[in-house]
């Protein structure tokens, strides 16, 4: 029988997750009833190869997306590296160790090579058992969307993104424990993933969810990029790590060809069998009838097992009400999950948009038809082209207390730097228009020919006489100096502790080739003050909070820097900015975050524990932090 640790075991999980570390591999390989570990693979001799990328079969999506009878499979390139068994590459590590029946899997060697010095797929056209049941695949799956993921990161910021901890590699454990839930855990530096019993009694592992694995992993890369999002504050911030993996993993899945074939025969089922299968009609590939594919041809197969672990993001947010209604004050979407839906449904809404306008501008390959593989092409690359401008913007978020408005006005600006003519895909525009329909304004009202894009700060009066160049673009303690040297233009707050977080020198490449090389620095300010002293900030402390109370007020500015060391944009959140300041206060005083007895352990292992259980705000007062 599978023995469950209990919904709240996730710490205890991770401490013996982590003492696998210390256990001889070779000397575990005890089975499960219901999973059997694959035979070890005999050491093949390493060899050179100038191969850059490795090929590795994935599932797609999740083993329910089926085509022509067999779980849907893809081959995806990853950064070729010097694997240990495992695999244990230079950023990743899985370690499959099973809490709930003391097992430990036999790693992978995943080292061998074919002919020419390339690598071979040790599970190429592998079987839908094996799929299924082969811990070994399971493992290859969750590396090869770990990487996946973390080499797109890499490629749309220009740089290595490190993981949010200490550590250069991540601990992936694909069989956790039995249970319907998977997390990340910043203090073990883990991404853990449980299985359960599906309707069917047949097992349903969370690690071979495609959009699963990488929203664990995207929470990991977006921890390190901006450490502060996890901060208590305004109810998007809390919401925001969740929407955002959510749309990072949803483009993913949308990036690959299969996926989009899928949504289109969704589409086409109507359609006479019989027809050229080369041609598809154009009114099953308009707005409308895309957006119902996504909803009914995909959302309803991926939401039947692991609802529980992913939630319904893609269902409830394209379901949502595509008009000005301002959600922004619905009691109903202050829970974090179900904010986050509201972020999802503004970009996957833009998403669809972006397609259907570029089929408008295809000629008919026969009356009243396109070219599918046009259509199919078309729809992975805009996803693949938002999933760049929606990965960049987070150099252009200000560095604490991000607003939905935030977001939208850094993913603007961030994709007109590089893409000054967007005529092709209209990105920014679908964008702008699909967060409005949503009750979502950009924060700034950006220029004639860019609206919402951030201002630049070319207007600012700066000094660089006492800084220099080259020092400026890699070293905090020499932004500091230029921060403190210009605390008043830059709207620094005077008598706060302020510190800069990291300093990033980037160069991002652009779909024509354009190289732009910047540098990204990240400053953060608090300061801690009674509730009584909150007047001389121009705050009041909200209706009954004692005067005792102690309350953090933070600020933060992301300094954008160009080539020369001539500084572009500063994006911030002031402590000095009262209104948003009295909004955060306000807010977490209503809902309890100043009861210290509430505040859990494991933010994000709490947030999908809710997330499963379909807990409401009222029940969850003060965990979302």
Same mark, same amino acid.
């Given at each position: 029988?599978?023995?469950?640790?209990?919904?709240?075991?996730?710490?205890?999980?991770?401490?013996?997750?982590?003492?696998?570390?210390?256990?001889?591999?070779?000397?575990?390989?005890?089975?499960?009833?219901?999973?059997?570990?694959?035979?070890?693979?005999?050491?093949?001799?390493?060899?050179?190869?100038?191969?850059?990328?490795?090929?590795?079969?994935?599932?797609?999506?999740?083993?329910?997306?089926?085509?022509?009878?067999?779980?849907?499979?893809?081959?995806?390139?990853?950064?070729?590296?010097?694997?240990?068994?495992?695999?244990?590459?230079?950023?990743?590590?899985?370690?499959?160790?099973?809490?709930?029946?003391?097992?430990?899997?036999?790693?992978?060697?995943?080292?061998?090579?074919?002919?020419?010095?390339?690598?071979?797929?040790?599970?190429?056209?592998?079987?839908? !058992?094996? &799929?299924? *049941?082969?811990?070994?695949? $399971?493992? #290859?799956?969750?590396?090869? @969307? /770990?990487?996946?993921?973390?080499?797109?990161?890499?490629?749309?910021?220009?740089?290595?993104?490190?993981?949010?901890?200490?550590?250069?590699?991540?601990?992936?454990?694909?069989?956790?424990?039995?249970?319907?839930?998977?997390?990340?855990?910043?203090?073990?530096?883990?991404?853990?993933?449980?299985?359960?019993?599906?309707?069917?009694?047949?097992?349903?592992?969370?690690?071979?969810?495609?959009?699963?694995?990488?929203?664990?992993?995207?929470?990991?890369?977006?921890?390190?990029?901006?450490?502060?999002?996890?901060?208590?504050?305004?109810?998007?911030?809390?919401?925001?790590?969740?929407?955002?993996?959510?749309?990072?993993?949803?483009?993913?899945?949308?990036?690959?060809?299969?996926?989009?074939?899928?949504?289109?025969?969704?589409?086409?089922?109507?359609?006479?069998?019989?027809?050229?299968? !080369?041609? &598809?009609? *154009?009114?099953?590939?308009? $707005?409308? #009838?895309?957006?119902?594919? @996504? /909803?009914?041809?995909?959302?309803?197969?991926?939401?039947?097992?692991?609802?529980?672990?992913?939630?319904?993001?893609?269902?409830?947010?394209?379901?949502?009400?595509?008009?000005?209604?301002?959600?922004?004050?619905?009691?109903?979407?202050?829970?974090?999950?179900?904010?986050?839906?509201?972020?999802?449904?503004?970009?996957?809404?833009?998403?669809?948009?972006?397609?259907?306008?570029?089929?408008?501008?295809?000629?008919?390959?026969?009356?009243?038809?396109?070219?599918?593989?046009?259509?199919?092409?078309?729809?992975?690359?805009?996803?693949?082209?938002?999933?760049?401008?929606?990965?960049?913007?987070?150099?252009?978020?200000?560095?604490?207390?991000?607003?939905?408005?935030?977001?939208?006005?850094?993913?603007?600006?961030?994709?007109?730097?590089?893409?000054?003519?967007?005529?092709?895909?209209?990105?920014?525009?679908?964008?702008?228009?699909?967060?409005?329909?949503?009750?979502?304004?950009?924060?700034?009202?950006?220029?004639?020919?860019?609206?919402?894009?951030?201002?630049?700060?070319?207007?600012?009066?700066?000094?660089?006489?006492?800084?220099?160049?080259?020092?400026?673009?890699?070293?905090?303690?020499?932004?500091?100096?230029?921060?403190?040297?210009?605390?008043?233009?830059?709207?620094?707050?005077?008598?706060?502790?302020?510190?800069?977080?990291?300093?990033?020198?980037?160069?991002?490449?652009?779909?024509?080739?354009?190289?732009?090389?910047?540098?990204?620095?990240?400053?953060?300010?608090?300061?801690?003050?009674?509730?009584?002293?909150?007047?001389?900030?121009?705050?009041?402390?909200?209706?009954?909070?004692?005067?005792?109370?102690?309350?953090?007020?933070?600020?933060?500015?992301?300094?954008?820097?160009?080539?020369?060391?001539?500084?572009?944009?500063?994006?911030?959140?002031?402590?000095?900015?009262?209104?948003?300041?009295?909004?955060?206060?306000?807010?977490?005083?209503?809902?309890?975050?100043?009861?210290?007895?509430?505040?859990?352990?494991?933010?994000?292992?709490?947030?999908?524990?809710?997330?499963?259980?379909?807990?409401?705000?009222?029940?969850?007062?003060?965990?979302?932090?």
């Amino acid at each position: 029988m599978w023995r469950s640790l209990g919904r709240r075991r996730d710490e205890a999980t991770i401490r013996i997750l982590l003492k696998a570390r210390l256990m001889p591999r070779s000397t575990r390989s005890s089975a499960s009833p219901s999973v059997s570990p694959s035979r070890s693979r005999s050491r093949t001799p390493s060899r050179r190869t100038e191969s850059r990328t490795r090929p590795l079969t994935i599932v797609a999506q999740d083993p329910s997306i089926v085509r022509d009878g067999r779980i849907l499979t893809a081959t995806v390139d990853v950064p070729a590296e010097a694997l240990a068994a495992g695999p244990w590459g230079h950023r990743v590590q899985i370690i499959d160790y099973d809490a709930s029946t003391d097992t430990l899997y036999k790693p992978l060697n995943a080292t061998a090579h074919g002919t020419g010095g390339q690598f071979l797929d040790p599970y190429a056209n592998a079987a839908d !058992r094996t &799929i299924l *049941r082969d811990p070994n695949f $399971h493992a #290859q799956n969750a590396y090869a @969307i /770990v990487m996946r993921t973390l080499a797109r990161f890499e490629f749309a910021l220009g740089r290595r993104v490190s993981w949010g901890f200490g550590s250069h590699q991540v601990k992936v454990a694909p069989h956790a424990f039995a249970d319907a839930n998977a997390f990340y855990s910043e203090r073990d530096e883990a991404l853990v993933f449980g299985y359960f019993p599906g309707h069917d009694g047949a097992l349903v592992f969370s690690c071979l969810s495609h959009d699963v694995v990488a929203h664990e992993t995207t929470h990991a890369l977006l921890d390190g990029l901006r450490t502060r999002f996890t901060d208590p504050s305004s109810p998007d911030q809390a919401a925001f790590h969740e929407g955002y993996a959510d749309v990072v993993a949803l483009l993913s899945v949308f990036s690959l060809t299969g996926i989009v074939e899928y949504l289109i025969d969704y589409s086409g089922k109507r359609r006479d069998t019989k027809r050229d299968r !080369r041609v &598809i009609a *154009r009114k099953y590939v308009d $707005h409308e #009838q895309l957006r119902e594919s @996504i /909803v009914f041809g995909l959302a309803e197969q991926m939401g039947s097992e692991l609802s529980g672990v992913r939630g319904q993001p893609l269902r409830r947010s394209l379901a949502l009400s595509r008009s000005p209604r301002h959600y922004r004050d619905d009691p109903d979407f202050l829970e974090p999950h179900r904010r986050g839906e509201i972020l999802v449904a503004a970009v996957l809404n833009a998403f669809i948009s972006i397609w259907s306008h570029r089929l408008e501008t295809l000629g008919d390959v026969v009356p009243g038809h396109l070219d599918r593989r046009r259509v199919v092409e078309e729809g992975a690359a805009a996803a693949d082209r938002l999933l760049t401008m929606v990965i960049r913007a987070l150099d252009y978020t200000p560095p604490v207390r991000i607003e939905f408005g935030d977001f939208l006005s850094a993913a603007l600006t961030a994709d007109a730097e590089l893409q000054l003519d967007d005529s092709k895909y209209h990105l920014r525009e679908h964008l702008r228009e699909s967060f409005e329909l949503f009750g979502i304004t950009a924060a700034s009202r950006g220029t004639a020919t860019e609206p919402g894009t951030w201002r630049a700060a070319k207007a600012l009066k700066l000094s660089f006489s006492r800084t220099h160049f080259e020092s400026l673009t890699r070293d905090p303690d020499e932004v500091f100096w230029f921060i403190w040297e210009n605390r008043r233009a830059l709207e620094v707050f005077d008598g706060a502790y302020g510190r800069v977080l990291s300093v990033r020198p980037c160069l991002r490449i652009a779909p024509d080739g354009f190289a732009l090389r910047e540098t990204v620095a990240e400053f953060y300010q608090v300061i801690k003050v009674s509730a009584a002293e909150l007047p001389r900030y121009g705050l009041r402390a909200p209706n009954g909070m004692p005067r005792s109370t102690v309350v953090s007020l933070y600020g933060g500015n992301a300094l954008v820097f160009d080539e020369y060391g001539q500084l572009k944009y500063n994006i911030h959140n002031n402590i000095s900015d009262s209104v948003r300041q009295q909004r955060r206060l306000d807010y977490l005083w209503r809902y309890g975050f100043f009861n210290a007895e509430q505040v859990t352990t494991n933010r994000f292992a709490e947030l999908h524990l809710r997330r499963a259980m379909g807990a409401t705000l009222e029940r969850a007062t003060g965990e979302e932090w």
